[in-house]
């Protein structure tokens, strides 16, 4: 009997769902886009790690936790999708945005765009000869929503996915 050999070395991608460093909101200091804090600062210093791509969302906190941080990484993308939402609060607006709420339907439309996004993703780095790791910087509210979970993130927490169970 003939068999047919397979590969049983699967390759992943793992997501790191991580929110920002403190910002100035954080500790009630709302200013438009709101950049991090002191202590936000320090937070971020404290990080380490490597990663080949770290996403972005449009917000300044989410760069600056990058910038401030000691992570490694080969690319960088900003994808707007992955902004907080919107609530009322100016420092989750950037400039040159005039609305400071969204509707659950905008959320949802986004959390649905930015899975695809990312599953397209995940499938192009599964043509790499390594598993990937992708550090997605974002928000509490947005990370609890996109992933259904039950409780927030504190600054600089992470969540790890598989791109298979996401």
């Given at each position: 009997?003939?068999?047919?050999?397979?590969?049983?070395?699967?390759?992943?991608?793992?997501?790191?769902?991580?929110?920002?460093?403190?910002?100035?909101?954080?500790?009630g200091?709302?200013?438009?886009?709101?950049?991090?804090?002191?202590?936000?600062?320090l937070?971020?210093?404290?990080?380490?790690?490597?990663?080949?791509?770290?996403?972005?969302?449009?917000?300044?906190?989410?760069?600056?936790?990058?910038?401030?941080?000691?992570?490694?990484?080969?690319?960088?993308?900003?994808?707007?999708?992955?902004?907080?939402?919107?609530?009322?609060?100016?420092s989750?607006?950037?400039?040159?945005?005039?609305?400071?709420?969204?509707?659950?339907?905008?959320?949802?439309?986004?959390?649905?765009?930015?899975?695809?996004?990312?599953?397209?993703?995940?499938?192009?780095?599964?043509?790499?000869?390594?598993?990937?790791?992708?550090?997605?910087?974002?928000?509490?509210?947005?990370?609890?929503?996109?992933?259904?979970?039950?409780?927030?993130?504190?600054?600089?927490?992470?969540?790890?996915?598989?791109?298979?169970?996401?």
């Amino acid at each position: 009997m003939n068999s047919i050999e397979t590969n049983t070395e699967q390759k992943n991608v793992f997501f790191y769902f991580m929110r920002h460093a403190q910002s100035l909101a954080n500790i009630g200091q709302n200013t438009l886009n709101s950049p991090l804090s002191p202590e936000g600062i320090l937070q971020a210093s404290k990080l380490v790690g490597n990663v080949d791509i770290v996403i972005l969302s449009g917000l300044k906190r989410t760069r600056q936790t990058l910038e401030y941080s000691n992570i490694v990484y080969n690319n960088t993308m900003v994808v707007p999708l992955c902004n907080e939402i919107k609530s009322g609060s100016i420092s989750d607006v950037i400039e040159n945005d005039t609305e400071l709420e969204e509707t659950y339907f905008s959320a949802l439309s986004r959390k649905t765009n930015f899975k695809i996004f990312l599953k397209n993703l995940a499938l192009t780095m599964l043509e790499k000869d390594k598993d990937v790791n992708i550090l997605i910087i974002s928000h509490s509210e947005f990370i609890r929503f996109l992933l259904d979970m039950d409780r927030y993130l504190y600054n600089c927490e992470f969540v790890v996915k598989n791109s298979k169970n996401l």
